[in-house]
């Protein structure tokens, strides 16, 4: 849910503020499209302190949204004026490791289900075969 969160972010940041719009403008729009409360609030308040003169990254970074290397990734865009670039990179960065735990996920899930539907299957068959056995017993 949290790397979903930050790839929503980080695009959406990118595209708005690779438009020309204000940074202040950009983030208010990022805070209105998320729709986990606290997630907007932590964006709400990383408004408030870039308002006051706060980097962008140092304003992300009291509100543990994201790692070090996305903040530092943040920084350097700050320093190069190429911020959009470096939110994308971010953004792409999420996506791969989401991918990654998602195909974790898969591979357990996968034989889990195979062996409920296996029990299923044997359990069927034998509630099926039952009479049938206990007519041939009853008939010998």
């Known amino acids: 849910m949290m790397k979903h969160a930050l790839i929503r972010i980080?695009?959406?940041?990118?595209?708005?503020?690779?438009?020309g719009t204000p940074l202040v403008?950009?983030?208010?729009?990022?805070?209105?499209?998320?729709?986990?409360?606290?997630?907007?609030?932590?964006?709400?308040?990383?408004?408030?302190?870039?308002?006051?003169g706060v980097s962008l990254a140092h304003a992300f970074?009291?509100?543990?949204?994201?790692?070090p290397m996305a903040l530092e990734m943040i920084a350097v865009g700050e320093a190069t004026g190429t911020v959009e670039a470096f939110l994308n990179n971010i953004a792409e960065f999420y996506e791969d490791a989401l991918d990654?735990?998602?195909?974790?996920?898969?591979?357990?899930?996968?034989?889990?289900?195979?062996?409920?539907m296996g029990f299923a299957?044997?359990?069927?068959?034998?509630?099926?075969?039952?009479p049938i056995f206990n007519l041939a017993e009853t008939l010998q």
């Open 10 to 19: 980080t695009r959406t940041l990118s595209t708005i503020l690779g438009s």
């Open 25 to 52: 403008n950009s983030l208010m729009m990022v805070a209105d499209a998320i729709t986990h409360p606290e997630i907007a609030g932590k964006i709400r308040a990383t408004i408030n302190k870039v308002k006051e």
């Open 61 to 67: 970074e009291g509100q543990g949204l994201f790692s």
């Open 100 to 116: 990654l735990e998602l195909g974790r996920i898969t591979t357990w899930v996968e034989p889990m289900l195979l062996l409920i």
């Open 121 to 130: 299957v044997g359990t069927l068959v034998v509630i099926m075969y039952l």
